[in-house]
T-cell receptor
Framework: NAGVTQTPKFQVLKTGQSMTLQCAQD?????MYWYRQDPGMGLRLIYYSASEGTTDKGEVPNGYNVSRLNKREFSLRLESAAPSQTSVYFCASTRSGTQNTEAFFGQGTRLTVV | AQSVTQPDIHITVSEGASLELRCNYS??????LFWYVQSPGQGLQLLLK??????LVQGIKGFEAEFKRSQSSFNLRKPSVHWSDAAEYFCAVKGSQGNLIFGKGTKLSVKP
């Protein structure tokens, strides 16, 4: 059971470079989410996709874009990376965002911007 | 606004001692509540969840949590802590968009 798979696991970028974080789930879930985790801040929502074809901003969307490529995949793009985007990024999915369902998380991507 | 507060940033307990991690939430409707654990460098593992029904919920690894609506609390407990329980613990409530709203976490250290 793969669950939620994120790639890459680690990445170092230079300021101004771009990259895309990939996330795929094999549970036929409708809703997918991107969070960032910073020390002492818990996890904060960047963007989410309630269903295929829709995306919405979360709490901290600035500097990011997302694409819900299909029902399985939800990517996060940094167009011009900044040191403030150094963080651990987690992707999650749920069967349906409005029901009493639990979220399943990927193993995270540790990103460092120098 | 929906929010979760974990008042304790860091707790140290002796191995074999009991543990209680505090969590308070702010949410207008019936909350869906979760506790996750994260070991260093790892992802999040679900310990337990509360959706409805019995207010005392059992989870994995011997953890339990009690939902108290009158106190807006969902505290996590374990009768006897093991050294392997050392990790960071996150309480979360499900938001109106299906996302999780997390507390800032409580780091647990275990003394031998």
């Amino acid at each position: 059971n793969a669950g939620v798979t994120q790639t890459p696991k680690f990445q170092v970028l230079k300021t101004g470079q771009s990259m895309t974080l990939q996330c795929a789930q094999d549970m036929n879930h409708n809703s997918m989410y991107w969070y960032r985790q910073d020390p002492g801040m818990g996890l904060r929502l960047i963007y989410y996709s309630a269903s295929e074809g829709t995306t919405d901003k979360g709490e901290v969307p600035n500097g990011y874009n997302v694409s819900r490529l299909n029902k399985r995949e939800f990517s996060l793009r940094l167009e011009s990376a900044a040191p403030s985007q150094t963080s651990v990024y987690f992707c999650a999915s749920t069967r349906s965002g409005t029901q009493n369902t639990e979220a399943f998380f990927g193993q995270g991507t540790r990103l460092t911007v120098v | 606004a929906q929010s979760v507060t974990q008042p304790d940033i860091h707790i140290t307990v002796s191995e074999g001692a009991s543990l209680e991690l505090r969590c308070n939430y702010s949410y207008g409707a019936t909350p869906y509540l979760f506790w996750y654990v994260q070991s260093p460098g790892q992802g999040l593992q679900l310990l337990l969840k509360y959706f409805s029904g019995d207010t005392l919920v059992q989870g994995i690894k011997g953890f339990e949590a009690e939902f108290k609506r009158s106190q807006s609390s969902f505290n996590l407990r374990k009768p006897s802590v093991h050294w392997s329980d050392a990790a960071e613990y996150f309480c979360a409530v499900k938001g109106s968009q299906g996302n999780l709203i997390f507390g800032k976490g409580t780091k647990l250290s275990v003394k031998p």
